[in-house]
């Protein structure tokens, strides 16, 4: 099965050192086709560029998210949902090359453009039939979210979720914890994410609409081990920057970072 992986991703100073750091192990993926979705008014150069030279399959698509539903630059960046539209813009892609390519072996995986995947976690998700969970690292405030997995009866299964944080969420899972099978998301027509969904619900209300929890197929040896890291990028200091692009004097002039 292929494994498609879909990443918003916007323009900000470290973009492509993101990009990068995603590409740098997707390369050693096989079977992987990159779905990238820029969160922009069209495609930028740079991506275009970045992708081109990439040595990956991919696909590079663009969705803006309209003003009314971007973070503000003093917004708690948990006040909106972010790549959404992005995603969602992702499904739609999928769901319309499937509409005349025979062939729907497939996973899907949304992952953000700031965290951390090991090699591990694609060899993991291959193999999924409805929805596979898995732990995350470093996410809602505690070291490590996971599932609960029962080993008691005919095979393990999810019995629930161990977080820190709204823990009657009925799927307590970051984005970064599961993948879904693709033909089940082609059979599901209408399913995607929801700018509505109350914060910290984006992942379960999506999950809701595919499977119940006894379906989810836990990964990475009963979900005891951690393959991937909710980390985020520390906003880089511009200070001087802005002194010397306003002297004219722009330090990445000519030169792309
Ligand atoms: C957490 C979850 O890990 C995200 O999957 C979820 O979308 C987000 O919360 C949410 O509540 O919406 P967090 O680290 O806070 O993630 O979010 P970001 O990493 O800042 O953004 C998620 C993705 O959206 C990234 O790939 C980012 O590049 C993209 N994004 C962010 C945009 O496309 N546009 C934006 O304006 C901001
Ligand atoms: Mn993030």
């Known amino acids: 099965p292929v494994i498609y992986v879909i990443t918003p991703t916007y323009a900000r100073p470290h973009q492509k050192a993101e990009l990068t750091r995603l590409k740098s192990v997707f390369l050693h993926v096989p079977a992987l086709h990159w779905v990238v979705v820029e969160d922009a008014p069209h495609k930028s150069q740079m991506v275009s560029e970045f992708l081109k030279l990439s040595g ?8 803006l998210t309209p003003d009314d539903w971007k973070l503000k630059s003093n917004d708690p960046n948990w006040r909106k949902p972010r790549g959404v539209l992005q995603r969602n813009a992702g499904l739609k892609w999928l769901r319309r090359k499937f509409m005349y390519d025979g062939d729907p072996r497939g996973v899907v995986y949304f992952a953000d453009d700031d965290n951390t995947y090991s090699i591990e976690l694609f060899t993991e ?6 929805v596979s969970v898995w732990p ?12 609960q997995v029962s080993t008691i009866g005919t095979g393990p299964r999810v019995t629930g979720w161990l977080t820190g944080w ?38 379960s209300n999506f999950l809701e609409k595919l499977v119940t929890l006894d379906q989810l197929e836990p990964k990475a040896e009963l979900c005891t081990k951690v393959y991937v890291w909710h980390t985020r990028t520390e906003k880089p200091n511009m200070k001087d920057e802005e002194r010397l692009r306003k002297e004219g004097k722009a330090t990445n002039e ?4």
């Open 136 to 147: 995350v690292g470093l996410v809602g405030g505690v070291m490590v979210e996971r599932p």
């Open 166 to 203: 709204k823990t009657n969420r009925p799927f307590a899972t970051d984005m970064a914890g599961f993948a879904v099978n693709l033909a089940l998301l082609l059979k599901k027509t209408k399913v995607e994410f929801s700018l509505n969904s109350p914060i910290g619900y984006l992942e």
């Open 56 to 63: 990956l399959t991919y696909t590079h698509l663009h969705q």
């Open 254 to 257: 000519g030169i792309e970072v």
């Open 125 to 130: 998700m291959r193999d999924t039939r409805t």
